[in-house]
């Protein structure tokens, strides 16, 4: 089992930066595939990015393409996501997800989640 730990999140203004991470508890994290989803209010929660396991492999919602890069140091039992370019449309609580098997983008198969971290990004 693995338990997630968002931080980063917080206000800035269109066109600006954050980055997130995610601390993995525990010593097998380079077990885990790693994601981030977002939800905002109102709305279902959405694919952003993921990660395998090594970091080998990365894939992104055609949304943030080119703007967000996801990102992982096994060494520190962390995954990142920069985030550049931000828009006001990208504010939402932002997840951590894990999962041993799975990094598809449908957030009901993932296994493990942290708590959230809002982004809000003001026009």
């Known amino acids: 089992q693995v338990q997630l730990v968002e931080s980063g999140g917080g206000l800035v203004q269109a066109g600006g930066s954050l980055r997130l991470s995610c601390a993995a508890s525990g010593r097998t994290f380079s077990r885990y595939t790693m994601g981030w989803f977002r939800q905002a209010p109102g709305k279902e929660r959405e694919f952003v990015a993921t990660?395998?396991?090594?970091?080998?492999?990365?894939y992104y919602a055609d949304s943030v393409k080119g703007r967000f890069t996801i990102s992982r140091d096994n060494a520190k039992n962390t995954q990142y996501l920069q985030m550049n370019s931000l828009k006001p449309e990208d504010t939402a609580v932002y997840y951590c997800?894990?999962?041993?098997?799975?990094?598809?983008?449908?957030?009901?198969?993932?296994?493990?989640w942290g708590q959230g971290t809002q982004v809000t990004v003001s026009s």
């Open positions: 990660i395998t396991w090594s970091g080998g492999r990365t």
């Open positions: 997800a894990a999962d041993s098997v799975y990094y598809g983008s449908s957030w009901g198969s993932w296994s493990y």
